[in-house]
């Protein structure tokens, strides 16, 4: 696919590199705390796996549309992303490396993410910041930046269709604080990346969402019957047939 051929490319380019580095590492802090049986990466990012790397549930299984090579340790699916042929409540995590950006309806991947899901399920997301110079530069450029990217999804945009979907954001980080274009030192991307994120996160170009599906179980409600109301005091007793209440007596038949 054209497509998957202008990522693998981008990603071996040394600015590629960098940024792939940088996000395995946070990655692999991020789904460090994941446990389960299955973890399920939906979109393809990288040819080694290494996002993965940190997992620490039982399988890892890498769903995508097409594969180059195959995986020591971690098995493939070849298959369309916006109809998983996958059960539901199944799945105990997944993580998707900027495959939302990829995607022609993204809110539709999520809505089949949340399907999959276990309850209290894991859902990881890598996104590029279009408030930022990496959005710059993928508004100015012919194809995309990184090549092949459809569009730019803002930080705030994932977390409400998260919150209609009944997830709960647990964490959320950014970071990427190196320009999209020339050549940095690794010494530099550092110090950017420790400077950055303390100093000045909204220059970030990337961030990270951590967020968990969450299912509340609805408690039957039992029907009270409810005793009569009874009434407070005593009754009036009603007057004798042919007497006549003293406080309408005529005064001639009123006693002293």
């Known amino acids: 696919m054209p497509q998957f051929a202008a990522i693998a490319d981008w990603l071996s380019s040394p600015l ?7 996000e395995c590492k946070h990655a692999g802090a991020a789904l460090a705390q994941v446990f389960g049986w299955q973890l399920l990466q939906i979109g393809h990012w990288g040819d080694d796996g290494a996002l993965l790397s940190e997992a620490r549930t039982q399988h890892k299984t890498i769903l995508a549309r097409a594969w180059p090579e195959p995986l020591a340790g971690i098995s493939r699916v070849q ?18 490396p900027h495959t939302l950006e ?21 859902l990881v997301v890598l996104g590029f910041r279009a408030a930022s110079f990496w959005g ?3 508004l100015f450029a012919r194809n995309g930046f990184p090549p092949g990217t459809e569009r730019l999804l803002g930080e705030r945009r994932v977390r409400d269709w998260l919150k209609l ?7 959320a980080q950014r970071y990427l604080f190196t320009a999209p274009w020339g050549k940095a030192a690794p010494s530099a991307q550092r110090f950017a ?3 950055g994120g303390n100093l000045w996160p909204f220059l970030a170009g990337a961030y990270l969402l951590k967020a968990r599906k969450r299912v509340y179980t609805m408690t039957p409600v039992r029907w009270r019957w409810r005793k009569p109301a009874q ?6 007793e009603p007057a004798r047939r042919g007497s006549t209440p003293a406080s309408f007596a005529p005064p001639g038949n009123r006693r002293p």
């Open 165 to 171: 979907l009944g997830f709960e954001v647990i964490d």
């Open 16 to 22: 590629g590199r960098r940024v792939h580095a940088l």
């Open 193 to 195: 990346e420790t400077i």
């Open 231 to 236: 009434v407070v005091g005593g009754l009036i």
């Open 79 to 96: 298959s369309r992303t916006d109809a998983l042929a996958i059960a539901a409540d199944s799945v105990d995590a997944v993580f998707l």
């Open 136 to 138: 710059m530069r993928h």
């Open 102 to 122: 990829h995607e022609p309806d993204p809110y539709a991947l999520l809505r089949e993410v949340e399907r999959i899901l276990m309850g209290d399920g894991c």
